[in-house]
Every structure is written in C-alpha cells, then in structure tokens.
C-alpha cells in the first residue's frame, strides 16, 4: 500500500509461508468478482500456477477456509471467497487504512526530495 | 518490524531510490553507537561498501543531511548523526510503534495456523 511517498508492506506469516499479504488481498477480491481462481488470476494479470499457489498457500496456512472452490472433472469449475475469506480481507484493508492514516500524520513524510540528488 | 506473526514493512520513497527504511533506520542507530560508517557496517555485519551506499542514499534522499561525515585523507575519520536524523529516526521508531499497536488490537492476527499444513 502507498501513501504519498510512504510504501507499507504489511504480511501475516505462518512458519515460511505468507497466510495473508498484498498480493493474496488483491487475489481475494479478484475471485470474488471473477468467481474462478483462473479468472481471477487473468484479472490480475498473474499464471494460473501462480494463482493457485496463493490459493494453496492460504488454504494451508489458516484453521479455516479463506477459499471454497469447486473442484470438478480435474477441471477448476470455480470458487468463493468464504465468510471468514470476507473478514480477514475487511480486517486487513482496515489495518491498512488506519496505518495510512498514521502515517500521514507523521513528521515523517516531510523533507524527503521528489527525486534523489544525482550518484556522485 | 515484526509483532506476533505480523510483518510489516515501511520504506520512504525518493523517486527510484528508498530515503529512509528498516536497513537505514539500524544503520543510524549503529553509526549513533560506533561514531563511524565503518563501524557501523561492521556492527551489523555489512560491509563498508553496503553501509556507505545507504549513508549515499539518505545523503541523496533528503533535503538535509541525516549523517555528518567527517573526511580526511582518503580515509573516513568518523560520522555522526545529525539532530534531523535522529528527528526523522524518532518519528520512524514512533511510527513502527503505532502500527505495532494497531496490529495487536486487530483480529487478522488470530486464525493463522503456528505452521502451514503440508503440501499435497
């Protein structure tokens, strides 16, 4: 997430493995509006293969289902971000919100140039 | 900045270049402690070159200089952080604090599993 010139990167670990970041956000909305991890992740401009790892990788990583897909003929019939899918994605882009607000509140911003002074 | 099994990442942008993050943000600290670049860089396990690079940057990035260095000689005789960089350095520590603080009132923190289930 960026605001002004500050990028925040916020990740929910899970041993090695990322449960929820920026690019599994992006990919929850994505499903829910594409209703497949395939269109989702044509949405997004990101492989199949890719996708679905997320998919996987969020399936392994939380006690319950952030994703229910409809499996069928080892062809993917679809899916859908679940209840829970739904509040882990309100939570996270709430987080988001309040740290952009911090963050714009801060001193911190000041005093950075636009672009950085030539490599001497 | 980790809390719990949240990640969270903050970087300061300049155009291309990154003014102020987790990296630079020790480094001050460090040349605060050591009185030197190279000291520094040795304090963290990075080399000179590394520590120098960022100290370039941030000396780049920023409208007023974070870090004093003192040459004489062709060799390093020492650097200091100015009273603007442990300015910007307060309110980066203060801020990772808040967002710190957020995280743990937040109900994205429960429901991730201690470690991810196998891959099937």
Redesign the interface.
């Known amino acids: 997430m960026?605001v002004g010139?500050?990028?925040?990167?916020?990740?929910?670990?899970?041993?090695?493995?990322i449960?929820?970041g920026p690019g599994k956000a992006d990919l929850l909305e994505a499903i829910d509006r594409e209703g497949s991890i395939s269109g989702a992740g044509r949405a997004l401009g990101m492989s199949y293969r890719r996708a679905w790892l997320l998919v996987?990788?969020m399936?392994?990583?939380?006690?319950?289902p952030l994703v229910d897909t409809l499996a069928g003929g080892g062809k993917e019939r679809g899916a859908r971000v679940t209840e829970?899918g739904r509040?882990?994605l309100r939570?996270?882009r709430?987080?988001e919100g309040?740290?952009a607000e911090?963050?714009i509140g801060?001193?911190?911003?000041e005093?950075?140039?636009?672009?950085?002074?030539?490599?001497?």
Chains 1, 2 share one sequence.
């Not at 801060?106 to 911003?109: D, E, G, K, P």
């Not at 950075?112 to 002074?117: A, E, G, N, Q």
């Open positions: 960026r010139n500050l990028k925040v990167k916020m990740q929910l670990l899970c041993g090695d493995e449960a929820f996987d990788a399936r392994r990583c939380w006690s319950e829970h509040a882990v939570a996270y709430a987080l309040e740290v911090l963050a801060s001193v911190l911003i005093g950075v140039r636009d672009t950085p002074l030539p490599l001497t």
